[in-house]
């Protein structure tokens, strides 16, 4: 996985933070690791600018799973 830019995470605005979640919840990638690195990026950008964010908070939340 690549690092990410603070330049990138910065410059984002409500669009790109739109088209990411729209992309997070299509969850059509190639990789697992193609989606992860969305998800990281999102999370980056929730910790920079939280208000971006918050109508999609609920892609970063990790739902209890049961491995029984």
């Known amino acids: 996985m690549t690092a990410i830019d603070t330049r990138r995470i910065q410059a984002m605005t409500a669009d790109n933070v739109r088209e990411l979640a729209e992309r997070l919840e299509a969850d059509e990638y190639p990789t697992p690791f193609a989606g992860l690195e969305d998800w990281h990026l999102l999370r980056a950008v929730a910790y920079e ?20």
Do not use: A, G, I, R
């Open 49 to 68: 600018n939280p208000e971006l964010v918050e109508p999609y908070l609920y892609l970063l939340e990790f739902e209890d799973c049961d491995e029984s």
